[in-house]
């Protein structure tokens, strides 16, 4: 089965601190995504990237957030200036292929922690 | 998107077959049926995707009827390790939008 990794697995910060969150999707994949879960909550979108672009956002994925693929390889989600609600479970997730995105591959995730 | 709704929660014994039920009375001409598990501090895992009658594979079946307004997610022989959320999705295959998720089905396996 293909693997999505992130990095790192879990991480605390302190509130107002910038955090980058870092996934290597599915090679040869054009569509690649982020998801976060609050705990006990649903797993929501944030956003969708598509060629080293956006292609659609939610309305939780304000200005504090950004994207990038730096190295076309490594998938970043940066966080400029954390809050407390931004703790949650964050995962990338790159679709089986692109004829079925529906199947998603979904990471292992990064948990965060703000303080 | 079609709208879903399953049960909050389940239990079940070691060794029992599960059926949990989603329905979706607004599916799409063009939309699939996709199950995905999710463990405690796991990302969701697909399970299976159909889009009618009965699909099977090595860990579960799903089972649409001709209206495919709901859809059955059978799990055979459930064991704890099978503990987990359960969420059925319903949206197009070929399009490149998000995943949406609801809250899912809470299957807790007891010994």
């Known amino acids: 089965e293909p693997e999505v990794t992130q990095t790192p697995s879990h991480q605390v910060t302190q509130m107002g601190q910038e955090v980058i969150l870092r996934c290597v999707p599915i090679?040869?994949?054009?569509?690649f995504y982020w998801y976060r879960q609050i705990l006990g909550q649903k797993v929501e979108f944030l956003v969708s990237?598509?060629?080293?672009?956006?292609?659609?956002k939610s309305e939780i994925f304000d200005d504090q957030f950004s994207v990038e693929r730096p190295d076309g390889s490594n998938f970043t989600l940066k966080i400029r200036s954390t809050k407390l609600e931004d703790s949650a479970m964050y995962f990338c997730?790159?679709?089986?292929?692109?004829?079925?995105?529906?199947?998603?591959?979904f990471g292992p995730g990064t948990r965060l922690t703000v303080l | 998107l079609a709208k879903t709704t399953q049960p909050i929660s389940m239990d079940s014994y070691e060794g029992q077959e599960v059926n949990i039920t989603c329905s979706h009375n607004?599916?799409?001409?063009?939309?699939?049926i996709t199950w995905y598990q999710q463990f405690p501090s796991q990302g969701p895992r697909f399970i299976i995707q159909?889009?009618?009658t009965k699909v099977t594979n090595e860990v579960a079946s799903l089972f649409i009827p001709a209206d495919r307004k709901s859809s059955t997610l059978s799990l055979p022989r459930v064991s704890l390790s099978d503990t987990a959320v359960y969420y059925c999705?319903?949206?197009?295959?070929?399009?490149?939008?998000?995943?949406?998720f609801g809250s899912g089905t809470q299957l807790t396996v007891l010994p």
């Open positions: 607004n599916i799409a001409t063009n939309d699939y």
């Open positions: 997730a790159s679709p089986s292929d692109q004829s079925s995105y529906n199947e998603q591959f």
């Open positions: 090679s040869n994949h054009l569509y």
């Open positions: 159909g889009y009618k």
């Open positions: 999705l319903v949206g197009p295959k070929g399009s490149a939008r998000q995943l949406t």
């Open positions: 990237f598509y060629n080293n672009e956006i292609s659609e």
